[in-house]
């Protein structure tokens, strides 16, 4: 529970309306359209409500139809949205997904969308154990990236929220070159950061793990992906890696979220770090199986179970 009966955890970032082909084929083959909500800090928001917490998203949506039905499946997922602006000006942001197992490709349609008016006074509740950002919200406008210095300031009051940042590279927004130096700040700034192994690589020519280490040798709780493969976890001199779980891989994206979703709900939850490692392939692989941004958690008795898993179980686990 948050410090004043709030949520536990704010996601801070861009959700828009998303248009999926609902029989999971290509865009371009025509067919009917399923319309959801996404955006990675509302899919993380979304998979800590699913694991019982009290979440919020925060940030800015249009006036219209679109905006509607974003908040309104947010809330739909147990997420709190009262702190959503609404902008009668700007419209809610939208994206095209179009699927493909080996890797969707996202086609956006967010340039001067509601959300990238957000800025150092966007409004966030107050309370919270841990706040939640990425590296996609800098990339949106000025006043984006002037927000997240307000919530990595380096003089931020000691003992407020916990803030992790999810690297997030998106080449659709800016360029590796141009994102690199001020993505490496943000991340080295952050309490909690998660990358992955092949974006670490594509910015800042990272050659694994320990070479993300050595340029964030500073952040208490360092997570590095690497896709299917396994996860590291750096907490001061300590590591931890932790197996991917085998699983089908029906559509990708939010994968990365879901992860996220299930290690924070471990880190609020006291977890040790190999279990929040664990309980985050866990999301993972339930999201992967799905074909949309967001899938329900694998059930209570199956959680359990492999969280308490010895090793070897755990490497032979199938979901």
């Not at 050595?214 to 208490?220: F, H, I, T």
Request: glycine letters at 12%.
């Amino acid at each position: 529970m948050g410090r004043t009966g709030g949520p536990e955890a704010v996601c801070v970032g861009e959700t828009m309306a998303v248009l999926t082909p609902a029989d999971g084929a290509p865009a371009d083959r025509g067919g009917d359209l399923a319309v959801g909500a996404g955006g990675a800090e509302a899919n993380v928001a979304s998979g800590l409500a699913a694991l019982g917490h009290r979440a919020a998203w925060a940030g800015r949506l249009g006036d219209d139809p679109f905006g509607r039905m974003v908040a309104a499946e947010l809330r739909a997922r147990g997420v709190d949205t009262a702190a959503v602006e609404v902008d009668p000006a700007r419209p809610t942001g939208l994206y095209l997904k179009d699927p493909d197992p080996a890797g969707s490709r996202v086609h956006y349609y967010r340039t001067g969308s509601a959300a990238s008016a957000m800025g150092p006074r966007t409004r966030l509740p107050e309370g919270a154990h841990l706040v939640h950002a990425s590296g996609i919200t800098p990339a949106l406008s000025p006043g984006c990236s002037a927000l997240m210095d307000r919530l990595l300031a380096p003089d931020r009051p000691h003992g407020g929220p916990l803030v992790s940042f999810d690297v997030n590279h998106r080449p659709a927004l800016w360029s590796a070159e141009r994102a690199a130096p001020r993505l490496l700040e943000l991340a080295a700034a952050a309490d909690a950061v998660f990358v992955g192994a092949d974006e670490a690589a594509r910015l800042w020519g990272a050659g694994g793990a320990e070479e993300v280490r050595a340029l964030l040798p500073g952040v208490p709780l360092l997570v590095v992906k690497d896709a299917g493969d396994d996860a590291v976890c750096f907490t001061g001199r300590d590591r931890v890696r932790v197996p991917a779980l085998k699983t089908e891989v029906v559509e990708p994206v939010g994968a990365g979220d879901a992860f996220a979703a299930g290690f924070l709900s471990g880190l609020l939850r006291g977890l040790p770090v190999r279990e929040r490692l664990r309980l985050g392939h866990l999301m993972a692989a339930s999201c992967l199986r799905a074909p949309g941004d967001t899938a329900p958690p694998p059930p209570p008795g199956i959680r359990d179970r492999l969280l308490a898993a010895d090793e070897q179980a755990w490497r032979s686990a199938v979901l």
